[in-house]
């Protein structure tokens, strides 16, 4: 599975040191589903994705929704479009249309990185 690094695009500060990237259909069918915690990953990368759901799912995260919009550096832009704070296991997340992909992270990480729409992002891949 691949992983990337995501930086503000603005401010430079990275946001995400390592991404894990589900670009699959089976990858983003299982999420996070099952797992304790993100592990030793800042988050998980849904790509091709304008909804998540909570099924099964043991922890609560935060929820970035981001739209596609070029690339830049060798990595691709993305700018936030919606944002879930502390969405809580066994809920439906919104749809949402304009995403193009979502990004989960741990609860609390969009407050902690001060988060807002229409931020960019730079992701690259690091391996």
Same mark, same amino acid.
């Given at each position: !599975?691949?992983?990337?690094? !995501? !930086?503000? @695009?603005?401010?430079?500060? %990275?946001?995400?040191?390592?991404?894990? /990237?589900?670009?699959?259909?089976?990858?983003?069918?299982?999420?996070? &589903?099952?797992?304790?915690?993100?592990? *030793?990953?800042?988050?998980?990368?849904?790509? =091709?994705?304008?909804?998540?759901? &909570?099924?099964?799912?043991?922890?609560?995260?935060? /929820?970035?929704?981001?739209?596609? /919009?070029?690339?830049?550096?060798?990595?691709? +832009?993305?700018?936030? /479009? @919606?944002?879930? *704070?502390? &969405?809580?296991?066994?809920?439906?997340?919104?749809? %949402?249309?304009?995403?193009? @992909?979502?990004?989960?992270?741990?609860?609390?990480?969009?407050? *902690?990185?001060?988060?807002? =729409?229409? @931020?960019?992002?730079?992701?690259?891949? +690091?391996?």
């Amino acid at each position: !599975m691949e992983v990337w690094t !995501m !930086m503000n @695009d603005e401010t430079k500060e %990275v946001v995400g040191q390592k991404i894990l /990237v589900a670009n699959s259909f089976f990858r983003r069918l299982k999420g996070l &589903m099952f797992q304790k915690s993100l592990g *030793e990953y800042d988050g998980l990368l849904l790509t =091709k994705t304008k909804q998540i759901h &909570m099924f099964w799912m043991r922890f609560s995260i935060d /929820v970035v929704y981001l739209r596609r /919009v070029g690339k830049k550096e060798n990595g691709l +832009l993305f700018r936030v /479009v @919606d944002l879930y *704070e502390e &969405m809580k296991p066994w809920t439906i997340g919104k749809w %949402v249309l304009q995403a193009t @992909d979502v990004l989960e992270v741990k609860a609390g990480w969009i407050r *902690e990185q001060k988060i807002s =729409k229409g @931020d960019l992002f730079l992701a690259k891949k +690091l391996f």
